[in-house]
């Protein structure tokens, strides 16, 4: 994955709704042009999407996580492509929490 593959899905999911529409032309330069034939100017705009902190998991006992992850590169474009799923981004070490949590209740309820 790249950094227009990343930006491409940041589009698709319409993780720019809230911003300047400067942040999105940019980003959809990068994914037509690639992120390289940007100005430093325009890379600096981007620049703080490129790096999500991870949401992180609460237990079931109600005791959050607070993954200190910062979501870049691929860990970031998979978040973003799972959010729906996971109800926020995560990275790989809360996904895996999450799905165990997930199917310790799934056992606890067949018992």
């Known amino acids: 994955m790249s950094t227009e593959s990343l930006l491409e899905s940041m589009l698709n999911h319409d993780r720019f709704h809230n911003q300047d529409s400067m942040v ?8 037509d042009n ?7 100017k325009q890379k600096a705009v ?6 999500q902190p991870c949401d992180g998991v609460t237990n079931p006992g109600g005791h959050h996580n607070h993954c200190p992850v910062t979501l870049e590169d691929e860990d970031l474009e998979s978040a973003i492509e799972n959010e729906m799923y996971y109800g926020g981004l995560l990275c790989p070490a809360c996904v ?7 199917a310790e209740w799934e056992k606890i309820q067949r018992e």
Not at 46 to 51: S, W
Not at 96 to 102: H, L, V
């Open 24 to 31: 999105s032309g940019n980003a959809q330069r990068a994914v």
């Open 34 to 40: 690639g992120f390289y034939s940007l100005s430093d």
């Open 46 to 51: 981007l620049a703080p999407f490129l790096k």
């Open 96 to 102: 895996d929490e999450k799905e165990r949590y997930t």
